[in-house]
């Protein structure tokens, strides 16, 4: 069972930073896709970053040149860095993963984490 567990997030001010981490777990040999994405109060969960194991990755268009996805595949895990925040970046964001091997199987997924609340103050 593939387990992810978000780290980082908080209040900011605006143009500030914070780096968000999610540590996948569960035995696992290795994961295809890992990324993140938002829920802000009112709104649609929607897609920030995802990066692949071979370091393929995609950003929304409103994080580019902004935000930064980055991924150390020895340990599971996904980072977000965030630069030049806005009030607009306000949301709950959530790990996810999809292409999971454990046990020898292959597993589609998708798996999500509990979420983390970044707050960005005007």
């Known amino acids: 069972q593939v387990q992810l567990v978000e780290s ?3 209040l900011v001010q605006t143009g500030g930073s ?3 981490s999610c540590a996948a ?3 696992i040999s290795s994961l295809n896709v890992m990324g993140w994405y ?3 109060p009112g709104k649609q969960r ?3 970053a995802v990066a692949t194991r071979i370091g393929t990755t995609n950003y929304a268009d409103f994080v580019k040149g902004r935000f930064t996805i980055s991924r150390d595949n020895a340990k599971n895990t996904v980072y977000l860095q965030m630069n030049s925040l806005k009030p607009e970046d306000t949301a709950v964001y959530y790990c996810h993963a ?3 091997t454990y046990g020898g199987t292959f597993h589609n997924g998708p798996y999500w984490g509990q979420g983390t609340q ?3 103050s005007s």
Request: charged content about 15%.
């Open 25 to 27: 777990s569960g035995g």
């Open 118 to 120: 970044v707050t960005v």
């Open 46 to 48: 929607e897609l920030v």
């Open 18 to 20: 914070l780096r968000l």
């Open 8 to 10: 980082g997030g908080g």
């Open 98 to 100: 999809n292409g999971a």
């Open 38 to 40: 938002r829920q802000a």
